[in-house]
């Protein structure tokens, strides 16, 4: 079974600097796709970015990239010039890339909390 | 595009009364339904999935009886706690996908249930 892991429950950064955020995960795959997701304090679920397995470039998306290490099993999130807008909680989630048996379901971490401190 | 309402936002109610949150896909036709419940600083945990039409799949450990999930139509699906109890309080988030947008889900704004 596939398991993702974030190993920080709470992360905090200053305004207009940059934070990495950590994320590992566990499978026998060779097609998959990972996600990060932003749950700010609306607590709706929004895409920050994804990455595609078989795509050895990191995806990037305006302020957020991403640091994806297949071998390691290693999906780090960095946001830049960090914004007050940016404190939520981040979910790392994977998805199989075998949609026949999993239907596409996602599966999170445990999620960070980040603060940006003014 | 690819917008995902649920109705109600909150509901209370009181312990043994059965409670509806319907999902609705306002501007695609969803392929696949998913229903995710989510307790305070916890992650999101998948409880079942649903296709337009046929029988829920349901995680380990959901009680199907409980949790009745029916995907009537490909932009509608709707999840009904019955005899809900103070335990069955949390938040409960759906999501859809369609293939056309490789099956990436999208997610509802969510649905706060509280048994008193």
């Known amino acids: 079974a596939q398991t993702v892991t974030q190993s920080q429950p709470e992360m905090s950064v200053q305004e207009a600097e940059t934070v990495t955020l950590s994320c590992t995960y566990d499978?026998?795959?060779?097609?998959?796709?990972l996600f990060w997701y932003k749950q700010p304090p609306s607590r709706q679920m929004i895409l920050v970015i994804r990455?595609?397995?078989?795509?050895?470039q990191n995806a990037t998306e305006n302020r957020f990239s991403v640091n994806f290490q297949k071998a390691a099993k290693s999906f780090s999130l960095k946001i830049s010039d960090s914004q007050l807008g940016d404190a939520a909680m981040y979910f790392c989630?994977?998805?199989?890339?075998?949609?026949?048996?999993?239907?596409?379901?996602?599966?999170f971490g445990k999620g960070t909390k980040l603060s940006v401190k003014p | 595009g690819a917008v995902v309402s649920q109705h109600p936002s909150w509901v209370i109610c009181k312990s043994g009364t059965s409670v509806k949150i319907e999902c609705r896909s306002l501007?695609?036709?969803?392929?696949?339904m998913f229903w995710y419940r989510q307790f305070p600083k916890q992650s999101l945990m998948l409880m079942a999935t649903?296709?337009?039409?046929?029988?829920?799949?349901?995680e380990q450990g959901v009680e199907k009886d409980k949790f009745l999930i029916n995907h009537a139509s490909l932009t509608l699906s709707t999840l009904t706690v019955t005899s809900a109890h103070p335990e069955d309080s949390s938040f409960y988030i759906c999501?859809?996908?369609?293939?056309?947008?490789?099956?990436?889900?999208?997610f509802g704004p969510g649905t706060r249930l509280t048994v008193l």
């Open positions: 990455q595609e397995a078989y795509k050895q």
């Open positions: 501007d695609f036709q969803a392929t696949t």
């Open positions: 499978t026998s795959e060779s097609d998959y796709y």
């Open positions: 989630a994977y998805r199989s890339g075998n949609y026949g048996g999993s239907q596409g379901n996602l599966i």
């Open positions: 999501s859809a996908s369609y293939r056309a947008r490789g099956n990436e889900q999208f």
């Open positions: 649903s296709n337009e039409g046929s029988k829920a799949t349901y």
